[in-house]
């Protein structure tokens, strides 16, 4: 998650001084928000991992990428799958039938466009 300075902070309207305590007081606000982050990252990390585990016996195809799927079966045979270059010619190797048919539909809106 980006941490940006306040959208509503005018920096070109300040000079001298107050510019100097409009960028200090923005870097504050920054800060703040990056140890309110690093206090949760156990928390985090322990409720993340807890929801993995209780959903992996039955979801576990939704949760693991599938390209780090396909890379990992790939490895087997002394390969290794690399999203931009085999997956299109993976996806040119599918019939017609094999496709989604939501996504034959999204693919079809596309290219009328």
């Given at each position: 998650?980006?941490?940006?300075?306040?959208?509503?902070?005018?920096?070109?309207?300040?000079?001298?001084p107050k510019f100097r305590e409009t960028i200090v007081e923005e870097l504050d606000g920054m800060l703040n928000a990056l140890t309110a982050l690093k206090a949760k990252v156990d928390e985090t990390i322990k409720t993340k991992t807890?929801?993995?585990?209780s959903n992996w016996g039955t979801e576990r195809e939704r949760l693991?990428?599938?390209?780090?799927?396909?890379?990992?079966?790939?490895q087997k045979f002394?390969?290794?799958?690399?999203k931009d270059h085999?997956?299109?010619r993976l996806a040119g190797l599918m019939r017609d039938e094999e496709i989604d048919?939501?996504?034959k539909a999204l693919i079809v809106?596309?290219?009328t466009l």
């Open positions: 998650m980006p941490i940006y300075p306040r959208a509503e902070t005018n920096f070109e309207a300040n000079s001298g807890e929801q993995v585990e693991v990428p599938g390209e780090l799927a396909l890379d990992l079966v790939m002394g390969l290794r799958f690399h085999d997956g299109p048919p939501g996504l809106d596309l290219g």
